[in-house]
């Protein structure tokens, strides 16, 4: 069993730019969570997936968005990049199916904007 | 709003001996999950344990328990034992019913050789 991925690993960017941030999720999962961890801080909820749709959003500007495809796989693209954007972002996948809807992670993409 | 706090931002203790880590937390929810997550230098968040809110049994995996005090909105996390490799951040999590993880500020644990 393949657990979830993200990539790249590492990403430089510069203010004003657009990044995109791929996850694949874990097989047999149809839920994908997107969280921003900035540095020396707990992960933030930034937005969920289920089935190809948002479902919940975090306090995040309009500017931060996101895809689930039909393998349940997620992009988290973010427009106009600013400074604070410098983070860890983490991805997570979970199965609706179940009752408890653990999430597992992924290892994360270091995003430095200059 | 649902918050997690976590008072200690670092803790040591020596190899060996027992640590207690702290975190309180606020909702309105009567049904939801808490968790403990690990995250070491390699960024990759693991699950350490959980506990089910309508569950009073604390929870135990191996050498980490918790203390749940629903009623306090307390729940803290005890590893026995220390080892090297329990160095990391420790972040108290808690996971709602619209199923979004809320975590609070880490907690940093050194283990003293």
């Known amino acids: 069993e393949t657990g979830v991925t993200q990539s790249p690993t590492h990403l430089i960017k510069t203010r004003g730019q657009q990044v995109t941030l791929r996850c694949s999720s874990q097989s047999g999962h149809n839920t994908v969570s997107w969280y921003q961890q900035a540095l020396g801080q707990g992960p933030q909820f930034i937005f969920q997936?289920?089935?190809?749709?948002?479902?919940g959003r975090g306090n995040f500007p309009p500017r931060f968005s996101g895809l689930q495809f039909p393998n349940y796989s997620s992009e988290l693209n973010v427009n106009a990049l600013e400074l604070d954007d410098s983070a860890l972002y983490l991805c997570?996948?979970?199965?609706?199916?179940?009752?408890?809807?653990?999430?597992?992670f992924g290892p994360g993409t270091r995003l430095t904007v200059l | 709003a649902q918050t997690v706090t976590q008072s200690q931002p670092e803790m040591s203790v020596q190899e060996a001996e027992t640590v207690t880590l702290s975190c309180t937390y606020d909702?309105?929810?009567?049904?939801?999950?808490l968790f403990w997550y690990k995250q070491p230098p390699s960024r990759q968040m693991i699950l350490v344990i959980r506990q089910e809110a309508y569950k009073q049994q604390n929870a135990t995996e191996n050498r980490f328990s918790v203390n749940f005090q629903k009623a306090a909105k307390s729940f803290s996390l005890k590893i026995s034992d220390s080892q090297l490799g329990d160095a990391a951040m420790y972040f108290c999590?808690?996971?709602?019913?619209?199923?979004?993880?809320?975590f609070g500020k880490g907690t940093r644990l050194h283990i003293l050789p």
């Open positions: 997936y289920y089935r190809e749709e948002e479902n």
């Open positions: 909702t309105s929810e009567s049904d939801y999950y």
């Open positions: 999590a808690f996971l709602n019913r619209d199923d979004k993880i809320i």
């Open positions: 997570a996948s979970s199965s609706r199916l179940a009752n408890y809807n653990e999430q597992f």
